[in-house]
């Protein structure tokens, strides 16, 4: 099967612009899960959808920091305004539902803001 | 708060030797863990998973052993092989279905 996609892979940007980052699921994977990895650290959630609808968003910087999964499959994450803090590898992964399903990630976007 | 830590930043084994990785977590809720691969300018990859009620999984080289009463897990990689040289995250949730909480990883070099 295919795996999870994500575009760009790579985006260079001046803080207080804004940037968008797409991610496609594995088909049929219920619950699609955004990551913030910064330099030497395991990944942290930001936002997980189950469907369409947010599951979890606790974590989200959601005064610059949005996301939407429209129609359940495809997802957006936007950052608005950048913060140099935000260079980061934002990843994107997908689950099927139910119990001890794995996530299985993309290869992410690098994001550098100068 | 790290709730999962893999106190060795590397570890340096042979080809054809063992390599066992560790982890801890403090967070006596999760009941679910999971062990990624990572190569450069790649997204981590699933390797192997183990639920609360077992305390071993194997699949192929790969090997998790979980010990609850010590909060605990190690991977255990027999043989090991130059391309299993890649950083290894170890996660665990509190459910399946729930957020992975990470280790900062540890980077695993195996030599020729």
């Known amino acids: 099967e295919a795996g999870v996609a994500q575009s760009p892979r790579y985006k260079i940007i001046e803080k207080r612009q804004s940037v968008a980052f797409w991610c496609n699921p594995i088909?049929?994977?219920?619950?699609l899960y955004w990551y913030q990895q910064i330099l030497g650290q395991g990944p942290k959630l930001l936002i997980q959808f189950q469907n369409n609808g947010v599951v979890d968003d606790s974590q989200l910087p959601k005064d610059r920091f949005s996301a939407e999964r429209l129609k359940g499959v495809d997802s957006t994450l936007k950052i608005q305004p950048a913060k140099l803090e935000d260079s980061a590898v934002y990843l994107c992964?997908?689950?099927?539902?139910?119990?001890?399903?794995?996530?299985?990630f993309g290869d992410g976007t690098r994001l550098s803001i100068l | 708060d790290q709730q999962v830590k893999q106190n060795s930043p590397s570890l340096s084994v042979q080809e054809g030797r063992i390599s066992i990785l560790n982890c801890d977590y403090t967070?006596?809720?999760?009941?679910?863990f999971l062990w990624y691969k990572k190569y450069p300018a790649e997204g981590p990859t699933f390797l192997i998973s183990i639920s609360s009620i077992k305390d071993k999984n194997e699949d192929g080289r790969f090997t998790v052993f979980l010990n609850k009463s010590a909060k605990h897990l190690s991977l255990h990689i027999v043989p090991s092989q130059p391309g299993d040289s890649a950083v290894y995250f170890c996660a665990a949730s509190a459910d399946s279905g729930y957020a992975l909480n990470f280790g900062k990883g540890t980077s695993l070099l195996v030599t020729p």
């Open positions: 967070n006596s809720m999760f009941d679910y």
């Open positions: 992964a997908s689950s099927r539902q139910g119990s001890n399903q794995p996530q299985h």
């Open positions: 088909s049929g994977h219920a619950t």
